[in-house]
């Protein structure tokens, strides 16, 4: 890595922060540059304190970056918070009047630089040019990303923001400071994608159609980009009433044979727990996907957690199989949310897939190779022709792997009877004890084949004494964090779970013998580390735990776990 | 040809006997078949409570869902294959208390589903605790000193809510009942029928001499249901007389006729394209 650099933009909701940073962030995408970004935000429309922060490197970036090289202040409390993450050449932007004697703060004037610009609403622009000027971007990269952002905005708008750009460009080329990164690398084959996007491209490579929703940070932005998508496929996207209608709506569209999602946070799964039972005694497939928060109840409603696992595992009433899924980054998320699809139809129960808001909203750089499409999509449903007798079809039929033939209601002769109360072979209910145990037994001896199913944890480095062990979205921060170990001399591996449940205990169990174990958790309790405890024996373990809403940086890692060492 | 036998299913019925269920489902299967409609081609969803068992007693496709959800799973299913001939069984509680919200959101939808609400003033499958529509002052074994809120009015609410085919039927006239689902189930888009239904069991107030003495047909009276005004003064009515009938109906465009994803085919008739999803993939920035 040549160069390894961070740019933060704070101010108040409202001001724009995301936009300036979504620009400067395809920009450097436009440069050749690998950009990862994050995305930090009050639960409020205006005021308050947010902040974009990029990391841009000539090689891959994928987790945030503790340290700060230029800090752009849209307001004081962006120095007062933020001050301390300067690096020793670090510079402060800043277009208020709440100068301190120190050189390293450079006043901006983005009013002044707008009104000659033309409009006020071009400020963000201005800062924009500010910060590629400053950083060695040709401003002609900054030309075609506006003509993408304000295109549809009328000629007027992008003129004004091409002027705005060079004001912004112009007035600090001034400057002494100066990081020169290159910018004639670009590479088509790479695109900036957040989870969010990358879930529901899953979900139409997967041939989901379908969708319902109640609207919940972090989980909307799934759906605002299935929608999105759904101009140019055949896609409903249906707001429901509440959660409870959402994963409902999505049993009855799957039941009558289209694949079907829907998103929510922790809260909202708290409300479709009775659903997600539903499905399971149903033996309906659905996948839903749970962005997780700090909670309970509304918890930080805008930031990100991991604490959602063991809920997910046993939630609703009784036990019943069911999937779990986490993926670590943008290209896990679409390849899991498909095999989420795959599995759940396969085996007829609930695939749940774990995000988070870190997960979610913020942007990584990818090859657009890994999102390839599938040309066929494997369909488990059975047609009427299929059946050696229509008229003797029985939608809970006992087998020996629990999977009944799924045919569709109103497709044939076939007559198809699902229920929530305990059933029998053809669908009606039945309060016979033995039947009872059958169908139990039915629904859970699926386990065995799901189980085959899952994926062997990714390790690195393993042979090692010393293993982190993480799961879902903090993958990059914590094989960043084994990269830095390493460097300072301790030999350190890590495991990191994406197929949670089943646990896949026997791939485990190997892994983990006679070694000492760090958990690395999003959560207070160690929730993996728990599970790990229940499914394997293992006891023992130390943990680096993080609940305050905030992402894994690699650093804090690193220095938690030297102290864990010491 | 589609016979009121075809309909016949040896589940045995779990019902009281002289339970009003019992004429909801006779007058079901009657104009099913009357309309052609054959039992393969029927998806009947339900809730929970009594009315929530009824389509095991008859021969179709069912989801018998949870308490409350019914609308909902419905929904979905009509969104995702709109040539389904969908019906909703459920009760005043399930309807109106636990699924009051998705009622009155599946009608805000105009989603096209026929709601038959077996509304017999109380809760059966629980043993007798009052229900949304009780009346004021009726003593149960939980509401020992009477019901104190006011009663839900189904016939109001859906008015409200634009509803386009609003009736009410009574469990004791399965001709007139008959004749309502017919036209329920030909309509386009939401229609409800509201269905007085004695609880023999826990209801000792609102039994079947009770209703008979007060219901009356709206037809015979040469009512013509296309006055919303007229609609609401009628749905209004209950100490003295009980209206029954078509209160109110009206000609709109449904939910999914109204999505245009769906005016050339059903969701679930589109295929899988790769092609259209790889140009999705090259056109992100």
Known sequence: MTFDISIKIGGEAGQGIQTVGNILTSVFQSAGLYTMAINDFESRVRGGHSFFQIRISDKPVNAPSHKIDILMALNQLTCKYHEKELTKDGIILSDARFFSEKDNIHFIPLTELSAKAGDKITSNTIAVGIILSLTGMPVRLLEDVLKFSFQKKGKDILEKNFKAAELGYDFASKFKYNLNLPADNFDNSRININGSKAIALGALASDCRFASFYPMSPATSVMKNLSAFSKDIPFIVEQAEDEIAAVNNIIGASFAGVRSITSTSGGGFCLMTEGLGLAAITETPVVIINAQRPGPATGLPTRTAQADLQFVIKSSQDDFPRFVFAPGSPEEAFKITQKAFYLSEKYQVPAIILTDQYLNDSLFTIEKGVLTIPENIKSFIIEDKELENPELYKRYKLTKNGISQRVLPCSGKAIVRVTGNEHDESGHISEDAENRNKMVNKRFVKMEGMIQEMSSPETFNKESDILMIGWGSSKYAIKEASDILIESGIDIGYIHFTDLWPFPFDMVTDLIKNKKLIMVEGNRSSQLGLLIMEQTGERFFETVLKYNGRPFYPNEICKQVKKILE | ?285
């Open chain 2, 1 to 285: 040809m589609v016979t009121v036998k075809d309909y016949e299913c040896s589940f045995e019925n779990k019902w009281c006997s002289g339970c009003g269920n019992f004429g909801i489902l006779s007058a079901m299967k009657e104009s099913l078949a009357e309309l052609e409609i054959s039992p393969d081609n029927i998806l009947l969803v339900s809730g929970i409570g009594q009315a929530g068992k009824t389509p095991h007693f008859m021969k179709c496709n069912m989801f018998h869902s949870l308490h409350g959800r019914a609308l909902t799973i419905a929904t979905g299913a009509k969104l995702a294959n709109h040539n389904l001939n969908i019906i909703v069984n459920s009760g005043d509680g399930d309807c109106y208390g636990e699924g009051g919200n998705h009622f009155i959101n599946a009608v805000r939808r105009n989603i096209d589903v026929t709601l038959l609400v077996h509304n017999n003033q109380i809760y059966g499958l629980t043993k007798g605790q009052a229900s949304p529509t009780s009346d004021q002052g009726m003593k149960t074994n939980l509401q020992q000193n009477g019901v104190i809120s006011e009663p839900f009015n189904p016939v109001s609410t859906a008015l409200a809510l634009g509803c386009g085919f609003v009736a009410r039927g009574f469990s004791g006239n399965t001709t007139q009942l008959k004749k309502l689902i017919k036209e329920a189930v030909n309509y386009r888009g939401f229609s409800i029928i509201d269905i007085l239904q004695p609880c023999v069991s826990f209801n000792k107030i609102n039994t079947y001499s009770w209703y008979k003495s007060k219901v009356y047909d709206l037809e015979d009276e040469n009512y013509s249901p296309d006055s919303l005004e007229n609609a609401f003064k009628i749905s209004r009515l209950w100490n003295e007389k009980i209206p029954t009938g078509i209160i109110y109906k009206e000609e709109k465009l449904s939910y999914t006729e109204k999505i245009k994803v769906l005016n050339r085919h059903a969701l679930i008739e589109n295929n899988y394209n790769p092609e259209k999803l790889k140009e999705v993939i090259l056109n992100i920035a």
